[in-house]
């Protein structure tokens, strides 16, 4: 078990194979390599919480809410980065905000999870398929 | 920064693994060629600033703005 504080939530409690690693950050936030995803049983939308610092949480969901289309490629790079043995275990997440009440996906920049080994990275999408 | 004067076909290594070639210079444009191990992640930067820019605005998401989208989403 391991106890991190966090700014919306308090203090959290989780298993430690729940904390998944971003070896090298996500952009903007290199240092913060550890969070866990918290899911509702009323809504798609999961907060991705930082272990790491407790101010830092986005708000996740799969992006074919948003675009039924949508899909990612793996290629060697992304294999390797997340040591991937079955594409199976990927799980594909999107970060969400709302700006003038508009909910909006960050489509190029999904984050790809490794379900088997619990690693994660922001990869950058030039070209929304 | 280090500044390097290079010519169609020359080169610039990287440490040992990273070589980035100059292959066509045309106006104010340039065709560059990467050679980079499979881990390395290469992007135009300009996307990666920007992916930086919208993660930090998104990383302030508050309990009330999960709620609203939330809400947003029963209408999906």
């Known amino acids: ?129 | 920064m280090l500044v390097l004067t290079r010519k169609s076909d020359e080169a610039i290594k990287l440490g040992d693994d990273i070589t980035i070639t100059v292959i066509e210079i045309k106006g104010n444009q340039v065709r560059l060629g990467i050679e980079a191990p499979t881990g390395v992640r290469i992007y135009r930067k300009e996307i990666y600033e920007k992916i930086k820019s919208e993660n930090i605005i998104a990383s302030r998401a508050s309990l009330d703005e999960f709620a609203k989208l939330r809400e947003k989403f029963k209408q999906i």
């Open chain 1, 1 to 129: 078990m391991m106890r991190f504080n966090t700014t919306r939530f308090g203090e959290l409690e989780v298993d430690n194979d729940r904390l998944i690693t971003f070896p090298d950050g996500i952009p903007g936030f290199p240092d913060v390599k550890r969070y866990i995803l918290m899911d509702y049983r009323d809504t798609s939308l999961k907060w991705l919480q930082s272990v790491d610092d407790p101010d830092i949480a986005f708000i996740v969901a799969e992006p074919k809410i948003f675009s039924p289309d949508y899909s990612v490629k793996l290629d060697d790079t992304v294999r390797q980065y997340l040591q991937i043995k079955n594409d199976m275990d990927i799980a594909i997440l999107v970060i969400v905000r709302v700006e003038n009440g508009n909910i909006v996906p960050n489509l190029h920049g999904p984050l790809l999870l490794n379900a088997e080994n619990m690693r994660g990275v922001q990869i950058v999408v030039e070209k929304i398929s």
